[in-house]
């Protein structure tokens, strides 16, 4: 039974910084780009960020470049989001998504995305 659990969200005043960490089993995370998505009230579902299988390349959306990291652990079956600087407008509900055949140019669309987690709550306030 393929899982993935997210957790590490909370709340956090600007400037400050928050790690996520998407534990997740029933398949080859080896195999499997994983995605971070967020999503905000009355927005739609957003991509974050993106880490590859095959050669680990990263993908990062523009409002996040420079603040946000994502690493993989394979041997723990993990994937981390460190988010730094973080800002109100980030302020969303995060998932993480596993992805058997994630192409480039697409990275950030949530149909490239065969299974999700719950989402963990982060909320960027003063």
């Known amino acids: 039974q393929v899982q993935l659990v997210e957790s590490g969200g909370g709340l956090v005043q600007p400037g400050g910084s928050l790690r996520l960490s998407c534990a997740t089993s029933g398949f080859t995370l080896d195999y499997f780009a994983i995605g971070w998505f967020r999503q905000a009230p009355g927005k739609k579902r957003e991509g974050v960020s993106c880490?590859?299988?095959?050669?680990?390349?990263?993908y990062y959306a523009d409002s996040v470049k420079g603040r946000f990291t994502i690493s993989r652990d394979n041997a723990k079956n993990t994937v981390y989001l460190q988010m730094n600087s973080l800002k109100p407008e980030d302020t969303a509900v995060y998932y993480c998504a596993a992805g058997p055949g994630v192409y480039d140019s697409s990275w950030s669309e949530v149909y490239e995305y065969d299974y999700w987690g719950q989402g963990t709550q982060v909320t960027v306030s003063s």
């Open positions: 880490i590859k299988s095959n050669d680990d390349n990263t």
